[in-house]
């Protein structure tokens, strides 16, 4: 039996059950939510890395924002209030748009 022991999407439980296999699995305590969100996240963008499709892309990204809901959700946060902090940190240092790649800075 594979050990997976990881935050998992809401109806997969319902998709193991279908298909006939038994499983082990728990609710999350509220004070290791945040800390498996995180765990998840680096999964997430660990197979968007590892991408090469459009289609893909967009798959992985769209995990990523889900979990991306559920953190905020944990904190006590609004998207609007996280996007209000994401435009003031544009605002004062920039977006990625230009793909600056620095590759190194001279020591003083």
């Known amino acids: ?48 890395r590892a991408t090469e499709t459009v289609n893909e892309s967009v ?3 769209a995990d990523i924002l889900e979990l991306l809901h559920t953190a905020i959700s944990v904190l006590g ?3 609007e209030e996280l996007d209000e ?4 940190k544009k605002e004062n240092r920039g977006g ?5 790649y620095l590759v190194n800075v001279e020591d003083k």
């Open 96 to 100: 990625f748009e230009k793909a600056i």
């Open 1 to 48: 039996m594979p050990v997976y022991n990881k935050l998992v999407r809401d109806r997969i439980l319902e998709f193991i059950e279908l298909e006939g296999l038994a499983y082990n699995a728990r609710i999350l305590e509220p004070s290791e939510i945040l800390s498996e969100v995180k765990e998840k996240m680096i999964e997430e963008a660990k197979e968007f």
């Open 59 to 61: 798959e992985e990204l």
């Open 77 to 79: 946060v609004t998207y």
């Open 85 to 88: 902090v994401r435009q003031q």
